[in-house]
């Protein structure tokens, strides 16, 4: 199972079809983003794509009703717990709700975004990461991150 991860995608639409592509390259089997799309039109490039997606409501998603029905239900408002062939991950916009979950040892996969710094840490084969900005407004880097469950293998990635 690996995971394709994005985060604060923040509109710059250039950059979330970059990052889709490089997931599409790497053979992703789901992808997760942790919120901050903004507008519904950024959540129509994630429905539009064939893999498979879940995500959360960012603090800064403004049409927030447009961008729930643009995923089909599929975006979740402050948190989500997915359980993908027997993995089970929690996705968060914010950091302190992620970092409970991943002390918590519930989950093999904790993700969160806001702070746009890209992060991974590891414990016991149980990852914690926030992908970084997608957008690359506030660091200038662009970056994703790829997560190998089978392998407990994670990576950032500059787009």
Request: overall charge negative; aromatic content about 10%; charged content about 15%.
């Amino acid at each position: 199972m690996k995971l394709g991860i994005l985060s604060d995608s923040h509109d710059a639409m250039g950059n979330v079809k970059k990052a889709l592509a490089f997931f599409a390259e790497q053979e992703v089997n789901y992808i997760i983003h942790g919120g901050d799309y903004v507008a519904p039109f950024t959540v129509a490039l994630l429905v539009n794509q064939d893999i498979p997606w879940a995500g959360v409501l960012g603090n800064n998603d403004g049409e927030i009703l447009g961008i729930y029905q643009r995923s089909n239900g599929i975006i979740h408002s402050s948190y989500q717990e997915i359980e993908i062939s027997g993995y089970t991950i929690w996705v968060s916009h914010l950091y302190l709700p992620a970092d409970l979950a991943f002390q918590s040892g519930r989950y093999c996969c904790v993700i969160y975004g806001h702070t746009h710094e890209a992060m991974i840490k590891e414990k016991e084969g149980r990852f914690l990461i926030n992908p970084g900005e997608t957008c690359g407004l506030l660091t200038g880097k662009a970056t994703v991150a790829l997560c190998n469950l089978p392998q407990k293998k994670a990576d950032i990635i500059t787009l």
